[in-house]
């Protein structure tokens, strides 16, 4: 298993990485795959895409570790944060800032 903040260096690299490709494939007239716009759009669109939904995800994920942690009241290991967002019984990453989050029933299985 990879470390968490392993984890956020390397993606933050990787996003920085792509975003410098695209940008340059952009500057230099994109691929020469096709010259179908469709093409040329979907082949310039998709890594971008691909870091915005690995970003969304990693942020959710953050989230829900944070209000577990808020909501135990206890301090916790980060494999036992782990363990009860695996359970269910993560709080909702939607909790407001003025609320403080409660720990959710286990999901039926």
């Avoid at 470390?3 to 230099?28: D, E, K, N, Y």
């Avoid at 944060?81 to 709080?91: D, N």
């Amino acid at each position: 298993m990879i470390p968490t903040l392993v984890q956020q260096i390397i993606g933050t690299v990787v996003r920085a990485a792509v975003m410098f490709a695209v940008g340059w494939l952009a500057s230099h007239g994109g691929p020469s795959l096709s010259n179908d716009a469709v093409t040329k759009f979907i082949t310039e669109a998709t890594p971008v895409a691909a870091v915005l939904v690995w970003s969304i995800y990693q942020k959710f994920k953050n989230r829900q570790q944070l209000m577990v942690a808020q909501a135990s009241g206890a301090p916790l290991s980060e494999n036992s944060v782990k363990a009860i967002v695996a359970s269910g019984a993560a709080p909702s990453v939607m909790t407001p800032p003025h609320e403080t989050p409660t720990l959710q029933a286990p999901a039926a299985k």
